[in-house]
């Protein structure tokens, strides 16, 4: 079983920067798809970036160039860099582990979630 927990998030003005980190316990993560999700009220959680073992990383196109995802495996952690900022960045987000190595668009495919952690960003 993994725990994930994630941290970083907060308020800050649109074209500012934040970085969301996620520490997994219970059991290693090296072996599995990682990625970030993120969700507004009434809507469906939308993948953001995922990367697998091997550091291959997918990018929303909405957000590709301003948000970049990596790991350790080593120490077990997964970040989200968040520059440039927008008002639409707003949303809870979540860390979340495939139940195996390949990485999907799709939650359904992810089998271990954090409890998220909320990011406004505001003009």
């Known amino acids: 079983q993994v725990q994930l927990v994630e941290s970083g998030g907060g308020s800050v003005q649109a074209g500012g920067s934040l970085r969301l980190s996620c520490v997994a316990s219970?059991?290693?993560?090296?072996?599995?798809?990682m990625g970030w999700f993120r969700q507004l009220p009434g809507k469906e959680r939308e993948r953001v970036a995922t990367?697998?073992?091997?550091?291959?990383?997918t990018i929303a196109g909405s957000v590709k160039g301003r948000l970049t995802i990596s790991r350790d495996n080593a120490k077990n952690t997964l970040d989200l860099q968040m520059n440039s900022l927008k008002l639409e960045d707003t949303a809870i987000y979540y860390c979340?582990?495939?139940?195996?190595?390949?990485?999907?668009?799709?939650?359904?495919?992810?089998?271990?979630w954090g409890q998220g952690t909320q990011v406004t960003v505001s003009s």
């Open positions: 219970g059991s290693t993560i090296s072996n599995n798809c």
């Open positions: 979340a582990a495939g139940r195996d190595r390949w990485c999907y668009s799709s939650a359904k495919f992810f089998t271990y």
């Open positions: 990367i697998n073992p091997d550091g291959v990383t």
